[in-house]
Each structure stands twice: as C-alpha cells, then as structure tokens.
C-alpha cells in the first residue's frame, strides 16, 4: 500500500483507438481494500479503462499506476492484479484444486508453500467439499466461485472484474452479488467491478464511478450518485426519476427557488453553483413523492 491508500490511480488517461477517444481524461483513484465499481452503458469506456489497469491495453496518454509504481507499459503478467472475466476460462481436464493450484504452480511456488492457500480460498468460496470435482459438475455460480478463487489464491493488489455475473440468471446473479461482497470483505482484497447494471453497482461497491462516452461523469458513494447525481446524465441513468426543467429565482437559507417551465414555483435543496436566472433541471424521485389532498399556497 502506498502512503495515500490508493492501490490504483489513473493519472489523465486517455486511450484512442485511431480518431476514435474511448477514454477521456480518467483521473482517479481507488482505494487498498476497496469495491469499486465502474457503471455505465455499453460503449462507455468502462471495459477499456479495466484493461489498461490489468495490462492488456496501454494507455495513449497519461498513467497508469499500481501501488506507487507506473505501470503503464508493463506486461500484464508482470502486475499484480488479476482479472475475472464474463467467461471463466476454467480448465476442463483439471479439477477444481487443481484449477486454483495452477496461480502459484505458474509462479514456481513450492506445494508444501501453496497448499495451506488453495484450501484457505477453496473455504472462503464455499467449495471446499467440492475440490475434485471437474468444473463441467458444477453449476455456473460454483464455477464463478472456483474463477475467484483462482484470481485470488496469489493475493494480488486488486481484483478486476469484467461484467462476471452477466451470464448467470436472474435468481443466481442476485444471490451471487452477496457472495461476492462477502469474499471480497473476507480477503481483504481492492475489488473493480465493470458492470452495466446499476443495481449490481449500488448493491455491493463503496464507490462508483458514472462512465458515459468515454468520461467519468461523477464518482461517490452509492448514496452520493443516487441522491446527489453530478449531470443530468447520471440523474437520468441511476433508478427513475422525473427531469423538470427551469430556473433559478432565488435562494432562501439553504433552498434554492426554482420557477418550472410549467410555471410553478418550488423549493430545492441544492447547494448554490448556479447563479439567478440559470437554467436548471429539478430531479425528483417516485420514492420522494406523497400525494396530498390540501392545495400548496406558495
């Protein structure tokens, strides 16, 4: 860990593939022991940004940096994180330990070094009955768990994980949002997390980062992005909410008086980044909304 916290930073990265800018400007940083999601929709830069922390893209511009070190233009063997993909990638002919043995076995570690390890993560995972079985017995959580497991057995700074539960059904993604919150709170270990599924995302991350067209629209805790959504964009993309455009009046304590487009008149608490006269958009939540007999006077 470095003396800041941060296991990764992203240092003005920008990556373009020809004309095409697929990141703009990421500068950010992710935190030793941390799940961090990145949540935007398909085409946002979300999966490009996770290959450049894992290697197996180099940034255009900018840095990129692992616990201190830039890292920018080293292999992806050669840093220490590991990557869980849509597709696991399990070996068939192998069994489960032996799945989880190939991390340390392809690192030239001793058995007699090794072995305490692979059993420790086979239980963190809940497969520990399961070590000799082939991961064509398995369901597809379990083999999910035996990826993790393999990811994880070499303790590496952080964890990527590229859209993982994509391919499990409804019932099995829910329930495995637990079980990876619960090994990730185990290990220890800094989790990123690239999904398009917000309720993924507001379920298991300490923070998230909005991606939209290349840029990272606002990063917070998911309470932050919910209540407080930095654009329009991330307003309209995380949970519903109802846009009503206006503009501001007034301020009274701490209330901003915006007048709608509608006409009407109302109160908002908002801090005070617009000036009078400023076009604004007024979010309102379905949750936030009570139905009232009384008519409002003001």
Request: glycine fraction near 8%; include cysteine.
């Amino acid at each position: 860990m470095t003396e800041t916290g941060n296991v990764i930073e992203l240092r003005n990265v920008r990556k373009r593939f020809g004309d095409f800018v697929a990141v703009e400007e990421a500068d950010f940083s992710i935190r030793e022991g941390e799940f961090f999601a990145m949540l935007g929709p398909s085409g946002c830069g979300k999966t490009t940004t996770l290959k450049m922390i894992a290697g197996f893209e180099q940034p255009t511009e900018g840095e990129v940096v692992l616990n201190g070190v830039d890292v920018s233009r080293v292999p992806p063997h050669k840093r220490n994180v590991n990557t869980v993909f849509q597709q696991y990638a399990l070996f068939p002919h192998m069994t489960v330990a032996d799945n989880v043995r190939f991390g340390p076995r392809s690192k030239k570690r001793s058995r007699s070094d090794y072995e305490a390890s692979v059993t420790e993560m086979l239980d963190v995972v809940r497969l520990g009955d399961f070590a000799h079985r082939k991961p064509a017995q398995l369901s597809g959580g379990q083999q999910q768990r035996v990826a993790l497991a393999r990811a994880l057995v070499n303790l590496p700074s952080a964890l990527l994980l590229d859209e993982p539960l994509a391919a499990l059904d409804l019932k099995l993604r829910e329930a495995m949002q637990f079980e990876l919150k619960r090994i990730q709170r185990e290990v220890g270990i800094t989790f990123v997390f690239v999904t398009h599924d917000q309720g993924e995302a507001l379920t298991m991350s300490d923070r998230i980062a909005v991606m939209s067209e290349g840029r990272v629209e606002q990063i917070g805790t998911p309470e932050e992005i919910y209540n407080s959504p930095a654009t329009l964009f991330v307003a309209g993309f995380i949970g519903s909410a109802n846009l009503l455009p206006g503009e501001v009046r007034g301020f009274d304590g701490d209330d901003t008086i915006v007048e709608l487009n509608s006409g009407a008149v109302v109160r908002s608490r908002a801090t005070r980044s617009n000036e009078i006269g400023a076009p604004v958009s007024l979010m309102l939540r379905p949750e936030r909304l009570r139905a009232s007999a009384e008519a409002n006077s003001n």
